[in-house]
């Protein structure tokens, strides 16, 4: 049985993808910076909490072990964490690849390489570590998610206004769609076996 470490496994897609990961059989453990109590909306059943922080490197080879695939949502918005954000991707997959990992699959965001904004180029330069990465490793590049564009119009709606984009498509997708997404990146067998290889797959609503 395929055994799955799923990083950033308490967010929004991370908690969705645990979800069907275990509908699905598979065997999963999360790697989040706190463990969320059982019994919480955070906590799946059936899944294994680690505690651990890719900035640091605590807790990464506890949460590694035993896996075959490791699937990479965490995120890193603002400050320390967006500026840590590929050096954290890079200590995952060291600590994947000091495991026995076979495979790393990770999460980002369409056209993140042709923009200047310090959050795509982080997930821009996270890309170039999976990349550099002795593993075999699929980046999934997705669209915004819906819930983006509905706090857009909320933060409108709070001074009366409606929002307008000029130049600009909005082509949102659910997070349940792109943790399906991430599940099969994972889980479907790479066209060489023998070599290690790195993939981009893109994935729109």
């Known amino acids: 049985m395929t055994t799955l470490c799923v990083a950033g496994g308490t967010g929004q897609v991370g908690h ?4 069907l ?5 598979y065997q999963v453990s999360v790697l989040s910076r706190n463990v969320p109590p059982a019994g919480s909306a955070k906590h ?3 899944a294994t909490y680690f505690a651990g922080d890719v900035t640091s490197g605590d807790g990464l080879a506890a949460a590694v072990a035993g896996a075959d695939v490791v699937i990479d949502c965490l995120e890193g918005q603002f400050g320390k964490a967006q500026k ?3 050096d954290g991707g890079a200590r995952l997959l060291a600590a994947a690849h000091l495991a026995g990992v076979r495979k790393a699959v990770a999460l980002s965001i369409i056209n993140c390489d042709l923009s200047s904004v310090s ?3 982080s997930k821009a330069a996270k890309e170039r570590k999976y990349a550099e990465s002795p593993l075999k490793t699929v980046v999934v590049r997705s669209t915004q998610f819906h819930g983006l564009v509905a706090r857009i119009f909320t933060a409108g709606a709070k001074v009366r206004l409606i929002p307008t984009f000029k130049a600009v498509r909005l082509q949102s997708i659910a997070p349940a769609d792109v943790a399906a997404a991430l599940l099969e990146a994972a889980v479907g067998e ?3 076996n023998s070599h290690a290889e790195h993939l981009v797959v893109t994935i729109a609503g």
Do not use: C, K, P, T
């Open 119 to 121: 959050y795509y180029a």
């Open 21 to 25: 990961a275990l509908s699905a059989g």
């Open 44 to 46: 799946h059943d059936g």
């Open 16 to 19: 969705e993808l645990v979800r």
């Open 84 to 86: 840590q954000f590929a």
């Open 190 to 192: 790479s066209r060489d």
